[in-house]
């Protein structure tokens, strides 16, 4: 008679025990609802550009549909190169210290993989993107968490980072600009956390993906500040400035020490990026700043419009100074994040993430990205409006008119 197993037994226990995605989990019920108005997925309402698709098609019609090299394209490295040192002044070399890899969210996996042992510790600032504890667990390390909070404008401070460091910290992760509060670092900061960093040899894995949508001051790359670049791991990639998110294409940067390590589990694991969706990339770094720079106006426009709204509709929120979203809180409605957000999906049909899927420093907030039309901003707020006056706001019904959607007209910014 054959034994009957318990297949989740079987199953590696430190994978058991991680939570699946909050982001995730819950639009798996926006899914199967109609007439929702999304603020959720952290996504480009932009279709790509049509000179980078047209580029992909062009290329499959030469027939590029082979395996590239395991770092990727030359000619995209050395694009890569040439623009990481115009744009924020710092160098690589494009045969040794560029990999491609599929999405950013490879190559922080890969660089997590590579430098981290079991019981090495990792600093990351929070409220955190939904990514960064689960891959650190999964390499048997141990995520540290920098509790940042909104009267400070959910900046990480060297303090904070002083404060954490143990003989057992070995990795600080930065996302900056921040997922997802839309917190940026500045220049005197960032310095300072880098002056930390080099005394206690920490390895920095910056996670630069929203670095271009950076609406106050300047975004500055930490590899580019004395003495930072060697310890650097810099991940970055096209998702949210050229809208090409399913494109899944990404890169890192850093020492060849590092990048020849994680080249190695690539090889082994992923191989390559997918051709089409590197030749993409590279029409994207040639011919796409116009485009870039018009997707990047119009998130401001509307980032402006949603700080608008939340101080209307009587809703806290941090102003964010970079990436596409607003991070509210929302414990004046008596609601956990969780609640509030189910509560608004069933009762107003408007989708947003639970602040608590970026960890227990989110609860009390919830997550909601403007990196959807005006028309959606305008419809999804004035039944927000609704929904929060039924429990804390004793006026009138606020009415909003953002106007009209501006990309819809647009020859570069389609939307979706």
Same mark, same amino acid.
């Given at each position: 008679?054959?034994?009957? =197993?318990?297949?989740?037994?079987?199953? !590696? *226990?430190?994978?058991?025990?991680?939570?699946?995605? #909050?982001?995730?989990?819950? %639009? $798996?019920?926006?899914?199967?609802?109609?007439?929702?108005?999304?603020?959720?997925?952290?996504?480009?309402?932009?279709?790509?550009?049509?000179?980078?698709?047209?580029?992909?098609?062009?290329?499959?019609?030469?027939?590029?549909?082979?395996?590239?090299?395991?770092?990727?394209?030359?000619?995209?490295?050395?694009?890569?190169?040439?623009?990481?040192? =115009?744009?924020?002044?710092?160098?690589? !070399? *494009?045969?040794?210290?560029?990999?491609?890899?599929? #999405?950013?969210?490879?190559? %922080? $996996?890969?660089?997590?993989?590579?430098?981290?042992?079991?019981?090495?510790?990792?600093?990351?600032?929070?409220?955190?993107?939904?990514?960064?504890?689960?891959?650190?667990?999964?390499?048997?390390?141990?995520?540290?968490?920098?509790?940042?909070?909104?009267?400070?404008?959910?900046?990480?401070?060297?303090?904070?980072?002083?404060?954490?460091?143990?003989?057992?910290?070995?990795?600080?992760?930065?996302?900056?600009?921040?997922?997802?509060?839309?917190?940026?670092?500045?220049?005197?900061?960032?310095?300072?956390?880098?002056?930390?960093?080099?005394?206690?040899?920490?390895?920095?894995?910056?996670?630069?993906?929203?670095?271009?949508?950076?609406?106050?001051?300047?975004?500055?790359?930490?590899?580019?500040?004395?003495?930072?670049?060697?310890?650097?791991?810099?991940?970055?990639?096209?998702?949210?400035?050229?809208?090409?998110?399913?494109?899944?294409?990404?890169?890192?940067?850093?020492?060849?020490?590092?990048?020849?390590?994680?080249?190695?589990?690539?090889?082994?694991?992923?191989?390559?990026?997918?051709?089409?969706?590197?030749?993409?990339?590279?029409?994207?770094?040639?011919?796409?700043?116009?485009?870039?720079?018009?997707?990047?106006?119009?998130?401001?426009?509307?980032?402006?419009?949603?700080?608008?709204?939340?101080?209307?509709?009587?809703?806290?929120?941090?102003?964010?100074?970079?990436?596409?979203?607003?991070?509210?809180?929302?414990?004046?409605?008596?609601?956990?994040?969780?609640?509030?957000?189910?509560?608004?999906?069933?009762?107003?049909?408007?989708?947003?993430?639970?602040?608590?899927?970026?960890?227990?420093?989110?609860?009390?907030?919830?997550?909601?990205?403007?990196?959807?039309?005006?028309?959606?901003?305008?419809?999804?707020?004035?039944?927000?409006?609704?929904?929060?006056?039924?429990?804390?706001?004793?006026?009138?019904?606020?009415?909003?008119?953002?106007?009209?959607?501006?990309?819809?007209?647009?020859?570069?910014?389609?939307?979706?």
């Amino acid at each position: 008679m054959t034994k009957q =197993s318990n297949w989740l037994d079987r199953i !590696n *226990p430190t994978v058991r025990s991680i939570q699946p995605s #909050g982001i995730r989990r819950f %639009f $798996d019920l926006v899914a199967e609802m109609k007439g929702v108005v999304s603020l959720g997925v952290g996504e480009p309402d932009f279709v790509t550009p049509w000179h980078i698709r047209e580029a992909c098609v062009y290329s499959l019609e030469k027939g590029y549909t082979m395996y590239t090299s395991n770092h990727g394209l030359l000619e995209l490295r050395e694009e890569i190169a040439r623009d990481l040192s =115009s744009s924020y002044r710092v160098s690589y !070399n *494009p045969r040794e210290e560029i990999l491609i890899t599929v #999405g950013v969210s490879e190559a %922080f $996996d890969l660089a997590m993989r590579t430098v981290l042992c079991p019981g090495d510790e990792v600093l990351i600032p929070a409220p955190s993107y939904v990514s960064y504890a689960p891959v650190t667990l999964m390499t048997g390390a141990v995520p540290v968490y920098l509790s940042t909070s909104m009267e400070s404008g959910f900046q990480v401070s060297p303090e904070m980072v002083e404060k954490a460091i143990t003989p057992q910290t070995k990795v600080l992760l930065l996302c900056n600009p921040n997922n997802p509060t839309g917190s940026t670092i500045d220049r005197k900061r960032l310095l300072e956390i880098a002056e930390i960093a080099r005394a206690h040899d920490l390895i920095v894995v910056s996670d630069e993906i929203y670095g271009r949508l950076t609406y106050v001051g300047e975004h500055t790359c930490i590899p580019s500040l004395p003495g930072m670049r060697d310890r650097t791991i810099l991940l970055n990639g096209f998702s949210k400035s050229h809208a090409m998110t399913g494109w899944r294409i990404g890169y890192a940067a850093g020492h060849p020490d590092f990048i020849s390590a994680m080249t190695k589990i690539h090889q082994y694991t992923m191989l390559c990026a997918p051709i089409t969706a590197q030749v993409a990339a590279l029409e994207a770094l040639k011919n796409g700043k116009s485009g870039m720079h018009k997707m990047v106006e119009h998130y401001n426009h509307r980032r402006r419009l949603v700080m608008q709204a939340f101080r209307e509709i009587g809703l806290p929120c941090s102003e964010p100074r970079g990436a596409f979203y607003a991070f509210p809180e929302i414990r004046s409605t008596g609601l956990s994040s969780e609640d509030f957000a189910q509560q608004l999906l069933k009762e107003e049909k408007v989708a947003v993430v639970p602040g608590n899927a970026f960890g227990e420093q989110g609860e009390g907030f919830i997550r909601c990205s403007y990196a959807a039309s005006v028309d959606d901003l305008t419809e999804a707020f004035r039944r927000m409006n609704s929904f929060v006056k039924r429990r804390v706001n004793k006026g009138k019904i606020l009415t909003f008119s953002f106007g009209k959607n501006e990309s819809k007209k647009e020859g570069i910014c389609q939307t979706v």
